[in-house]
């Protein structure tokens, strides 16, 4: 257990709709970042939030927002969705520091129908 | 952009023995870091090894160790004594110094035989 926790791990939701994932960190990892992982392919960086401040983004829309909180917890926001954002949703934390190890959940499975 | 590829999409191995996965990456940096998780059915990445671009020692952890060679810009890990549990998608990953992003390759999908 990496002490990571993403909610839902599984959802469902229609094209155009919007949605909201979680993710939980340890006590004291001041950096999240999040990742798609398409079937069969390694994760895409999305983007990273430091101290509660995007910090470094990926070739995601802006439809793609996140949110840091002070609790260590942390949101991704996609809206307008479309079929291709289907895929496991990842999030990682750690401390700041290119060599930091990064901490990852267990991921939401989202599918857009 | 950096770009990181694993070229063997399965491999498999004999438990007990050893097995070598291959990744090769693309970067204009000279200091960066390098890794290789480890991604079971579960899903959950898990850590394996890290290694730092500047040192040229290669990084051991146990049963797992790299061989890291900077000018061929190639970072491949080799899992000696398989076990079952080392079944599993194993990706390679890159970092640069600025610690925003972290690309990953397509992953190598490890069977281990008994």
């Known amino acids: 257990e990496t002490g990571v926790t993403q909610s839902p791990t599984h959802l469902i939701k229609t094209r155009g709709q919007q949605v909201t994932l979680r993710c939980s960190s340890q006590?004291?990892?001041?950096?999240v970042s999040w990742y798609q992982q398409a079937l069969g392919q390694g994760p895409q960086f999305i983007f990273q939030y430091y101290r509660e401040e995007e910090n470094g983004r990926g070739n995601f829309p802006p439809r793609f927002s996140g949110l840091q909180f002070p609790n260590y917890s942390s949101e991704l926001n996609v809206n307008a969705l479309e079929l291709d954002d289907s895929a496991l949703y990842l999030c990682?934390?750690?401390?700041?520091?290119?060599?930091?190890?990064?901490?990852f959940g267990q991921g939401t499975r989202l599918t857009v129908v | 952009a950096q770009t990181v590829t694993q070229s063997q999409p399965e491999m498999s191995v004999q438990e007990a023995e050893t097995v070598t996965l291959s990744c090769t990456y693309d970067t204009s940096e000279s200091d960066y870091y390098l890794f290789w998780y480890k991604q079971p059915p579960s899903r959950q990445m898990i850590l394996v090894i890290r290694?730092?671009?500047?040192?040229?020692q290669n990084a051991t952890e146990n049963r797992f160790s790299v061989n890291f060679q900077k000018a061929a810009k190639s970072f491949s890990l080799k899992i000696s004594d398989s076990q079952l549990g080392d079944a599993a998608m194993y990706f390679c990953a890159y970092r640069d110094t600025n610690a925003g992003k972290s690309t990953f390759g397509d992953g190598t999908t490890l069977t281990v035989k008994p």
């Open positions: 990682a934390s750690g401390k700041q520091g290119a060599y930091s190890e990064a901490f």
């Open positions: 290694q730092e671009a500047y040192k040229q």
């Open positions: 006590s004291g990892h001041n950096t």
